[in-house]
């Protein structure tokens, strides 16, 4: 032991100073508060039934009614027990706070590529900063989106294994692959590993020019074998979890549509183009790698009272204060997406470094570091460079199911900060002679500095501050102040505040890249020690890093964690009114928020609402095509058993009414009448106007199912819910002749069984999003089940696979250990 902490006094000394900085970053975190993080809270109203039929029965449902009408809770939640992922999350969560837990999480995960790619520790931790403080790994946390923080911070132990292999340690190198992508898998955000894989790919193939040139195929096949028995094993442990999602995510807005129209894929499956590039990078926007606010910042960056516009409004005898708020609301961000948290920046020392690491590097990974840089930073400009962007979108796999491209820009906070770090290392070990290494980092200086000397002095020189909205706002303030001069002179102080924003930042830069090329000139001429410099370079790295990422996550958003629950999750008077209601499955639509991007509702009631990425794609088309506008379809609301509606008051504003629509069909009800249709379009057309409660439609794929088309409505029959689980419904009926039942439970034919009296029955569709059986008349018990094999089989897989895997690093560490002997 006293060994083994001696050879790792120096790995233990950093991961201390990791743990130090990360909460010297986050105070309010170890003092107990929290971020209101949006997406999380949103998340977690998703999940409340969910967790309150675990706590009733012991284990957690496999479908949840609470959005949507009703959708497989393991696309909200799910435990994955028999994964071992589930427990070293578990275990690492319980360590630390959150976010502190996350921070660390890419400090660690870079600080082993770094010493993996033959890094000293001193300046891999340097290169871990690098990469950890990049801006979007803050903001990222600041948004709620935490399985996408921990997918990128997997992102650095996942290279670190392929690379390992690559370079002849076979064994451990496919263990730390083999675990670093079980994780990414199981942290659940299938989009970061597809970026992940994209560039792993660009890596195998330089790998393999380089085992060719050097003739090395047999080590390179070697390492091959390695990686594949790695993400066989990875995927495996994740079979629960991959297998339920890609059959799902073809049934979801990610698979194929039912009803094609313009401008979407109607043979393939994927997203609407035009919906997947909405978050694309500007091309210009990407100066922002270098110079935070050369396009404003993000959309919540807002102007103080020293602005041009405070200025000119009390110039015109606007109050200083009123002045004040109304310059808040106007919006910086003057770049082409709908709104972003703020920008993609790398750090200026940073992009110094990965500019010389061009010139200077000559480390194997150089060409792969510089062409996978090049591939992210194309793709994600999205529809702004659609000669890349559409020819993966139209036939590269899998790629047309992801949206907001610019997310791909995630990787190349990972490899920027790599090639910087090599830069620095070429430095360090002096195998550049002194002449080539001022000449070269003069030619860094010229195009990193120059960037921001032409920002700094001449800002409108490429850049005109006005952006694709400008028009559209000119004329919104015209119409508001009814004073179109104003609104111009407005508008042109507005710009003036963004040239100001980028000329302070694009100076500000310009300080840390000149700084950053004096120290490699005094490092190369030996006037700085080399641990000396590498210290400095932690430190201006870390000045000029922090300081930007608190501008977007600080400790100001902390706050008391009773006061985020109270504030978002307030139950009101109407939720208490209706909660009265004992029936455990009616509906509620709230049209006091955006119903169908909001999960509030979802805490206390069943929602025909929610928020979440992934619908299924006929719950998404019952929308677009019968919410549509201002209208409301009350025959479809009917068929969803939505017995209450939620609306503010009569002019719009002040409290929340409750109305009880007493035509809400129930749970399940018998009709007089199927009708056949002979396509999706058709049976959608048939929605538009019809009464549930007697006319059922039914596509022509289901009318073998069918005992006759005219049932009749049975007289005196009744049907009725006398078990409720999400997963498990039981009804009874007494019908005196046969009938179709109609069921308000949204259908989805992966998993969902139904039987009568035990044995097992087919379920029809109807209406275009329910389920419906062709009973029997009699008095009979009805029973739906959840259970898709996709999910249970998977199971049983990740146990074996879990099993499988901690057996293979006890015999890689078992065999490391023999051969050091």
Same mark, same amino acid.
């Given at each position: 032991?006293?060994?083994?902490?001696?050879?790792?006094?120096?790995?233990?000394?950093? +991961? @201390?100073?990791?743990?130090?900085?990360?909460?010297?970053?986050?105070?309010?975190?170890?003092?107990?508060?929290?971020?209101?993080?949006?997406?999380?809270?949103?998340?977690?109203?998703?999940?409340?039934?969910?967790?309150?039929?675990?706590?009733?029965?012991?284990?957690?449902?496999?479908?949840?009614?609470?959005?949507?009408?009703?959708?497989?809770?393991?696309?909200?939640?799910?435990?994955?027990?028999? &994964? *071992?992922?589930?427990?070293?999350?578990?275990?690492?969560?319980?360590?630390?706070?959150?976010?502190?837990?996350?921070?660390?999480?890419?400090?660690?995960?870079?600080?082993?590529?770094?010493?993996?790619? @033959?890094?000293?520790?001193?300046?891999?931790?340097?290169?871990?900063?690098?990469?950890?403080?990049?801006?979007?790994?803050?903001?990222? *946390?600041?948004?709620?989106?935490?399985?996408?923080?921990?997918?990128?911070?997997?992102? !650095?132990?996942?290279?670190?294994?392929?690379?390992?292999?690559?370079?002849?340690?076979?064994?451990?190198?496919?263990?730390?692959?083999?675990?670093?992508?079980?994780?990414?898998?199981?942290? =659940?955000?299938?989009?970061?590993?597809?970026?992940?894989?994209?560039?792993?790919?660009?890596?195998? @193939?330089?790998?393999?020019?380089?085992?060719?040139?050097?003739?090395?195929?047999?080590?390179?096949?070697?390492?091959?074998?390695?990686?594949?028995?790695? $993400?066989?094993?990875?995927?495996?442990?994740?079979?629960?979890?991959?297998?339920?999602?890609?059959?799902?995510?073809?049934?979801?807005?990610?698979?194929? !549509?039912?009803?094609?129209?313009?401008?979407?894929?109607?043979?393939?499956?994927?997203?609407?183009?035009?919906?997947?590039?909405?978050?694309?990078?500007?091309?210009?926007?990407?100066?922002?790698?270098?110079?935070?606010?050369?396009?404003?910042?993000?959309?919540?960056?807002?102007?103080?009272?020293?602005?041009?516009?405070?200025?000119?409004?009390?110039?015109?005898? $606007?109050?200083?204060?009123?002045?004040?708020?109304?310059?808040?609301?106007?919006? $910086?961000?003057?770049?082409?997406?709908?709104?972003?948290?703020?920008?993609?920046?790398?750090?200026?020392?940073?992009?110094?470094?990965?500019?010389?690491?061009?010139?200077?590097?000559? %480390?194997?990974?150089?060409?792969?570091?510089?062409?996978?840089?090049?591939?992210?930073?194309?793709?994600?400009?999205?529809?702004?460079?659609?000669?890349?962007?559409?020819?993966?979108?139209?036939?590269?796999?899998?790629? %047309?199911?992801?949206?907001?491209? /610019?997310?791909?820009?995630?990787?190349?906070?990972?490899?920027?900060?790599?090639?910087? +770090?090599?830069?620095?290392?070429?430095?360090?070990?002096?195998?550049?002679?002194?002449?080539?290494?001022?000449?070269?980092?003069?030619?860094?200086?010229?195009?990193?500095?120059?960037?921001?000397?032409?920002?700094?002095?001449?800002?409108?020189?490429?850049?005109?501050?006005?952006?694709?909205?400008?028009?559209?706002?000119?004329?919104?303030?015209?119409?508001?102040?009814?004073?179109?001069?104003?609104?111009?002179?407005?508008?042109? !102080?507005?710009? =003036?505040?963004?040239?100001?924003?980028?000329?302070?930042?694009?100076?500000?830069?310009?300080?840390?890249?000149?700084?950053?090329?004096?120290?490699?000139?005094?490092?190369?001429?030996?006037?700085?020690?080399?641990?000396?410099?590498? *210290?400095?370079?932690?430190?201006?790295?870390?000045?000029?890093?922090?300081?930007? %990422?608190?501008?977007?996550?600080?400790?100001?958003?902390?706050?008391?964690?009773?006061?985020?629950?109270?504030?978002?999750?307030?139950?009101?008077?109407?939720?208490?009114?209706?909660?009265?209601?004992?029936?455990?499955?009616?509906?509620?639509?709230?049209?006091?928020?955006?119903?169908?991007?909001?999960?509030?509702?979802?805490?206390?009631?069943?929602?025909?609402?929610?928020?979440?990425?992934?619908?299924?794609?006929?719950?998404?088309?019952?929308? /677009?095509?019968?919410?549509?506008?201002?209208?409301? =379809?009350?025959?479809?609301?009917?068929?969803?058993?939505?017995?209450?509606?939620?609306?503010?008051?009569?002019?719009?504003?002040?409290?929340?009414?409750?109305?009880?629509?007493?035509?809400?069909?129930?749970?399940?009800?018998?009709?007089?009448?199927?009708?056949?249709?002979?396509? #999706?379009?058709?049976?959608?057309?048939?929605? &538009?106007?019809?009464?549930?409660?007697?006319?059922?439609?039914?596509?022509?794929?289901?009318?073998?199912?069918?005992?006759?088309? =005219?049932?009749?409505?049975?007289?005196?029959?009744?049907?009725?819910?006398?078990?409720?689980?999400?997963? #498990?419904?039981?009804?009874?009926?007494? !019908?005196?002749?046969? @009938?179709?039942?109609?069921?308000?439970?949204?259908?989805?034919?992966?998993?969902?069984?139904?039987?009568?009296?035990?044995?097992?029955?087919?379920?029809?569709?109807?209406?275009?999003?329910?389920?419906?059986?062709?009973?029997?008349?009699?008095?009979?018990?009805?029973?739906?089940?959840?259970?898709?094999?996709?999910?249970?089989?998977?199971?049983?897989?990740?146990?074996?696979?879990?099993?499988?895997?901690?057996?293979?690093?006890?015999?890689?560490?078992?065999?490391?250990?023999?051969?050091?002997?």
């Amino acid at each position: 032991m006293k060994n083994w902490l001696r050879n790792n006094a120096i790995h233990l000394a950093i +991961i @201390g100073i990791f743990i130090a900085i990360t909460f010297v970053y986050f105070p309010a975190a170890w003092q107990g508060k929290q971020l209101p993080q949006t997406d999380v809270l949103q998340a977690g109203a998703g999940q409340t039934e969910i967790f309150e039929v675990q706590k009733k029965y012991g284990d957690a449902p496999l479908w949840t009614n609470s959005m949507f009408g009703g959708m497989p809770s393991y696309q909200v939640w799910m435990p994955v027990d028999k &994964n *071992i992922g589930t427990y070293i999350i578990r275990a690492y969560k319980m360590l630390f706070p959150h976010p502190i837990e996350v921070v660390l999480l890419y400090l660690l995960g870079a600080y082993m590529l770094f010493v993996v790619i @033959g890094i000293k520790p001193q300046l891999a931790a340097v290169g871990a900063i690098a990469f950890a403080f990049s801006s979007y790994n803050f903001i990222y *946390i600041e948004a709620g989106h935490i399985n996408k923080a921990y997918a990128i911070g997997l992102m !650095a132990p996942t290279l670190a294994g392929m690379i390992l292999s690559f370079r002849g340690k076979y064994i451990i190198g496919a263990v730390i692959l083999a675990f670093a992508i079980m994780m990414e898998i199981r942290v =659940n955000h299938v989009q970061m590993a597809y970026y992940l894989f994209l560039v792993a790919l660009v890596l195998v @193939g330089v790998e393999f020019y380089r085992a060719i040139r050097e003739k090395k195929l047999i080590g390179f096949g070697k390492a091959i074998g390695y990686q594949a028995v790695a $993400v066989v094993l990875a995927v495996a442990v994740n079979a629960s979890l991959l297998w339920p999602t890609y059959e799902y995510s073809r049934e979801s807005i990610r698979g194929q !549509a039912n009803l094609p129209k313009e401008n979407t894929q109607s043979a393939d499956y994927g997203l609407n183009r035009s919906y997947a590039y909405e978050w694309s990078q500007g091309v210009g926007e990407s100066l922002s790698f270098l110079i935070p606010n050369v396009y404003g910042g993000g959309s919540s960056t807002h102007l103080d009272g020293d602005s041009h516009i405070v200025k000119l409004l009390t110039s015109k005898g $606007v109050p200083t204060q009123q002045a004040t708020e109304m310059a808040y609301g106007i919006p $910086v961000y003057w770049g082409d997406k709908p709104f972003t948290s703020g920008p993609w920046y790398f750090g200026a020392v940073v992009i110094y470094l990965f500019v010389l690491g061009i010139f200077v590097v000559r %480390n194997s990974l150089k060409w792969w570091l510089i062409i996978a840089t090049g591939l992210v930073v194309l793709l994600s400009f999205g529809k702004h460079f659609p000669i890349v962007s559409d020819l993966f979108f139209d036939y590269f796999p899998l790629y %047309n199911k992801f949206r907001a491209v /610019e997310s791909i820009l995630s990787v190349a906070m990972v490899l920027v900060p790599m090639l910087a +770090i090599l830069a620095v290392h070429e430095i360090t070990d002096q195998k550049i002679n002194n002449k080539e290494l001022t000449r070269k980092s003069l030619y860094a200086l010229y195009i990193t500095g120059g960037l921001c000397l032409i920002v700094w002095l001449f800002p409108d020189m490429f850049l005109d501050f006005k952006g694709s909205h400008y028009q559209a706002m000119l004329d919104g303030y015209a119409k508001q102040l009814g004073d179109s001069r104003i609104a111009s002179e407005i508008m042109g !102080a507005l710009v =003036n505040d963004r040239i100001s924003l980028a000329k302070f930042d694009a100076f500000r830069s310009l300080l840390f890249v000149v700084a950053s090329f004096g120290l490699v000139r005094l490092m190369s001429l030996k006037t700085v020690k080399t641990s000396t410099g590498v *210290i400095l370079f932690g430190a201006i790295m870390i000045i000029d890093m922090w300081s930007v %990422n608190k501008r977007y996550l600080n400790d100001n958003l902390f706050i008391d964690k009773n006061h985020i629950e109270r504030q978002f999750v307030q139950e009101r008077e109407v939720d208490r009114l209706i909660l009265t209601d004992k029936d455990p499955n009616y509906r509620v639509f709230d049209l006091t928020i955006n119903p169908f991007s909001d999960a509030r509702t979802s805490v206390f009631h069943k929602s025909i609402g929610g928020y979440h990425a992934a619908k299924l794609m006929r719950y998404q088309e019952l929308l /677009e095509h019968q919410f549509g506008g201002d209208s409301l =379809n009350n025959g479809v609301l009917d068929m969803l058993n939505t017995r209450y509606l939620i609306t503010k008051g009569g002019d719009g504003k002040g409290n929340e009414t409750v109305h009880k629509r007493p035509t809400a069909t129930g749970d399940a009800w018998f009709v007089e009448k199927a009708t056949i249709v002979d396509s #999706n379009k058709e049976e959608m057309d048939a929605l &538009n106007s019809f009464d549930p409660h007697k006319e059922a439609f039914i596509h022509k794929e289901f009318e073998p199912l069918l005992k006759a088309k =005219n049932f009749g409505q049975p007289l005196n029959s009744s049907i009725n819910l006398t078990f409720y689980r999400p997963d #498990n419904l039981i009804y009874e009926y007494n !019908a005196s002749a046969d @009938g179709l039942a109609v069921f308000s439970e949204i259908w989805y034919d992966k998993g969902w069984k139904a039987y009568l009296d035990g044995k097992e029955l087919p379920i029809l569709r109807a209406n275009y999003v329910l389920r419906a059986l062709s009973l029997p008349s009699g008095q009979h018990t009805v029973e739906f089940k959840f259970e898709p094999m996709s999910y249970h089989l998977g199971e049983t897989i990740s146990l074996i696979a879990s099993v499988g895997l901690l057996a293979f690093a006890v015999f890689a560490f078992w065999f490391r250990k023999r051969n050091r002997e």
